[in-house]
């Protein structure tokens, strides 16, 4: 370590610089969409626990997505809020740490579980007869357990590497939220293995995910336009339409963030596309969700009007 670098023991966040007047509205904007964002999935997870209308196996997942992206957008949300409004926040290394390795955990769960979605679509599609058999309580409960742990231990491996580096100089981080990026930039410690290990990761969290997703649609698809009746293929399509729209919206922010500017020098263009991931997918699931699917609104319309007995 050169002498005359100063070891630092917290960082401060900067968020978005030179705000202004404006930093109310991004503010008031934020606020909104975390609290609706919070709101749309604890009702998909209460919903789902309540009702015996939404016990298969498609429901038991969404619920699971929901509760991640509730651990993801708190995470990251609130702490934004607190940047903006002070202009900048000040955060110990461990806390940060912390920060990064539960975004990572949400976010990799997400990958998973919205693999073990596509797979459940294709077996409810192109093979109806033997859905029930083979997606039973015990695969059902298997494929979450197992979308949780391989997450975790993915992600410990770089929590334990992260935790090794050293930190000296300076201690901004120009971004919103304790990303990997920044944080390596910040570090004075050979961020190779790091860097190596991350992509390595990236393999069987994002790619593999994406590749059986993509096939398991291709063969959605080819199931699809072989039913003779229009009304058989719309309904067909209406059972894995909503899942696809969430499949698009969280690769395509994914692979925006992270694949598409390799270079980790490119702090500014990473934050801005970081904004659209970190918000805008856990706002958009429970909408899709619950505007574009019958049994939710039909239970939530239930709950509403006072008839909870039916369900």
């Known amino acids: 370590m050169p002498e005359n670098n100063t070891v630092i023991l917290d960082f401060f966040l ?16 934020l606020l909104v969409v ?67 390795h539960i975004f990572g955990l949400c976010a990799s769960t997400e990958s998973f579980l919205l693999t073990t979605m596509s797979y459940d679509r294709y077996l409810a599609i192109c093979h109806p007869l033997r859905y029930t058999a083979i997606m039973n309580v015990t695969l059902q ?5 197992s979308s949780w742990l391989l997450s975790l231990i993915v992600t410990l491996v770089s929590l334990v590497l992260i935790c090794s580096l050293q930190f000296c100089g300076s201690n901004i981080i120009d971004h919103f939220f304790c990303d990997v990026a ?6 004075c410690s050979d961020t190779s293995i790091v860097k190596l290990e991350i992509y390595v990761c990236s393999v069987p969290i994002v790619l593999f995910p ?19 009746s229009t009304t058989g293929r719309q ?47 856990p706002l958009f699931n429970p909408i899709v969700y619950t505007l574009r699917n019958q049994d939710i609104k039909s239970v ?12």
């Open 141 to 145: 409960t298997l494929l979450v357990i």
């Open 34 to 100: 975390y609290v609706v964002s919070l709101s749309g999935n604890l009702l998909i997870v209460t919903l789902v626990s309540l009702s015996r209308i939404l016990q298969s196996p498609m429901y038991f997942f969404l619920s699971h997505l929901s509760f991640c992206d509730i651990i993801f957008t708190t995470t990251i949300l609130p702490n934004m809020l607190s940047i903006i409004l002070h202009e900048g926040s000040r955060v110990s290394i461990a806390g940060c740490i912390v920060q990064y």
């Open 182 to 187: 920044p944080i390596l930039q910040l570090s």
């Open 14 to 29: 900067l968020g978005f610089r030179n705000l202004s007047f404006y930093k109310w509205i991004l503010f008031a904007l």
């Open 210 to 228: 994406f590749l059986f997703i993509t096939g398991s649609y291709i063969s959605i698809f080819l199931n699809i336009i072989q039913i003779s």
């Open 300 to 311: 939530l319309e239930s709950y509403i009007y006072g008839n909870q007995k039916r369900y």
């Open 235 to 281: 309904k067909a399509f209406s059972t894995c339409s909503s899942h696809l729209i969430v499949v698009c919206l969280y690769y395509g922010t994914l692979f925006a963030v992270y694949v598409v500017p390799t270079n980790f020098s490119s702090l500014n263009i990473n934050k801005s596309l970081s904004l659209l991931y970190t918000v805008i997918t």
